[in-house]
């Protein structure tokens, strides 16, 4: 069965300095795009961050800087540093596998339960 | 306010067929795949529909995903209690150079 289990998450106070983890298994992850969603409370999803099978990182703006995704494959996890954290930053975050037809063009399956990051002092 | 919108909600009863619209632009519904994602509040996101309209397996045919232009739909029929919950649509966006998602509906049985 594929899975993946988000941690990591927690109280931290602005300015602070969290990494986030996610543990997959059930695929050959090495293989694998993967990517960070959060959900702020109340609100929709909002995408984060990809990283590709060599390693390509992309943010979204309001990340770009502060945020950094990474991989370890040979532990089969998906993570993401977060430091400079700000209160708009407080968010359930989600992993998810990436499937795609091409780089513009692709969909998350399946997602991780979650974890969640609070921001405040 | 993303660039995708959905209505904040909508409603029908125990049987009934119901769709939920997506409405983008040209930077992201018009010229790529619209994807469909069902969310329970403290569960996991789960895929419903992809490249517009696609069911993964194990995802029942009452579930439907259409797109024209720059709006896509996912309909469901047969409405079922279980299907309470929300939805969102989702995009590449060419601007953004990143996926958007639409702002979600939440879906009540009545």
């Known amino acids: 069965e594929v899975q993946l289990v988000e941690s990591g998450g927690g109280l931290v106070q602005p300015g602070g300095s969290l990494r986030l983890s996610c543990a997959a298994s059930?695929?050959?992850?090495?293989?694998?795009?993967m990517t960070w969603v959060r959900q702020a409370p109340g609100r929709g999803l909002e995408w984060v961050s990809v990283?590709?099978?060599?390693?390509?990182?992309y943010y979204a703006d309001a990340v770009k800087g502060r945020l950094t995704i990474s991989r370890d494959n040979s532990k089969n996890t998906l993570y993401l540093q977060m430091n400079s954290l700000r209160a708009e930053d407080t968010a359930v975050y989600y992993c998810?596998?990436?499937?795609?037809?091409?780089?513009?063009?692709?969909?998350?399956?399946?997602w991780g339960q979650g974890t969640l990051v609070t921001v405040s002092s | 306010q993303s660039v995708v919108t959905q209505p904040p909600s909508a409603s029908g009863t125990p049987g009934q067929r119901v769709t939920i619209s997506c409405s983008g632009g040209?930077?992201?519904?018009?010229?790529?795949?619209v994807n469909w994602y069902q969310h329970l509040p403290g569960t996991a996101p789960k895929l419903l529909i992809y490249?517009?309209?696609q069911r993964p397996s194990g995802v029942p045919d009452r579930f439907s995903g259409s797109k024209s232009g720059t709006s896509a739909s996912l309909a469901i029929s047969g409405l079922q209690s279980e299907d309470e919950a929300h939805y969102y649509c989702?995009?590449?966006?060419?601007?953004?150079?990143?996926?958007?998602f639409g702002g979600g509906t939440k879906l009540t049985v009545l």
């Open positions: 040209s930077s992201n519904i018009a010229y790529n795949y």
């Open positions: 059930g695929f050959t992850f090495g293989t694998y795009w």
């Open positions: 490249k517009n309209d």
């Open positions: 989702g995009a590449w966006d060419d601007s953004l150079n990143g996926p958007v």
């Open positions: 990283i590709y099978i060599g390693g390509s990182t």
């Open positions: 998810a596998r990436v499937r795609y037809y091409d780089s513009s063009n692709n969909w998350f399956d399946p």
